[in-house]
């Protein structure tokens, strides 16, 4: 608590001309480089004892000295952290979780999407279809070869009983984008329903991302909470890395085939 010497408590008039004293000496009211020189001036004086410049005619005074107050203090931040940290855990959650109608899980893949500031050409409607998405200012593409795979559903009812995809490339000369991010969408849009009334999720989709990309020139399954995702894949004269299928520059033959299925419980 800031005080006069007297022990009372300072006026608007003498307030505002302590933060004067603070912005013009200690700050040199942010101005680049000047700020730098006042900041050193600043610890030299406070390192050899020296009273600040605004400081002249003031005193600090602690307020309250109650043995509670810190631990409060602590069980504040505590909470407040632990708040922080169950937010983060509960936008790992899509917004619809149980069985999933195909409205549901197209916004469940849009929801992670914007979870990892995608910001896709196209997106999924309501009718699981691919729709051009409007851009606002400039849209600059790069132009890799990519084949943007068409979801297929089956439905028990109105629910989704399964989902999947398949995709072939030929003898293409070009860098071809893979269908990781198409996989790790529709896992955590499929996986993330079936985190009914958590709070916290066990996903880490980061995690799961980064394991599908590694696996996405191999055939590998992933399972969560009775749900199965396949993937299978049949290719010669390509190789794999960095989120591409490479053409080898000595294979004439080339041929990449992929099929991605969804099965929920």
Known sequence: MVRREDGEFPSYQ??????????????????????????????????EKEQQPWEMGFS??????????????????????????????????PPH???????????????????????????????????EVEQDGYVIEVLNYSIRPDFQFEVDGEYLSTLYFETSIGDVDEFIATNGNYMGLAYL????????????????????????YEKTMEDFTMKHKGMVADSTVDY????????????????????????YRITLP
Request: glycine share 8%; net charge negative.
């Open 14 to 47: 003498e307030a505002f001309t302590r933060t004067l004293g603070v912005l013009y000496y200690g700050l040199a009211f942010n101005i680049t480089f000047l700020e730098l020189y006042t900041l050193y001036k600043s610890y030299k004086r406070a390192d």
């Open 60 to 93: 600090y005074r602690l307020k309250d000295e109650r043995n509670y107050r810190p631990v409060l203090f602590m069980a504040a931040y505590t909470l407040y952290f632990l708040f922080i940290f169950l937010l983060m855990g509960y936008q790992t959650l």
């Open 97 to 131: 979780r149980g069985q999933l109608t195909l409205r549901e899980f197209s916004e469940n893949y849009r929801y992670y999407e914007a979870y990892f500031d995608m910001e896709p050409l196209e997106q999924l409607n309501e009718h699981g279809d691919w729709v």
């Open 189 to 212: 849009s499929a996986a993330g329903a079936e985190e009914k009334g958590r709070f916290f999720s066990s996903l880490k989709p980061e995690d799961i991302m980064k394991e599908i």
């Open 236 to 259: 010669r004269g390509y190789t794999g890395g960095g989120g591409f299928i490479i053409p080898q520059e000595t294979s004439t033959d080339r041929y990449f085939k992929h099929l």
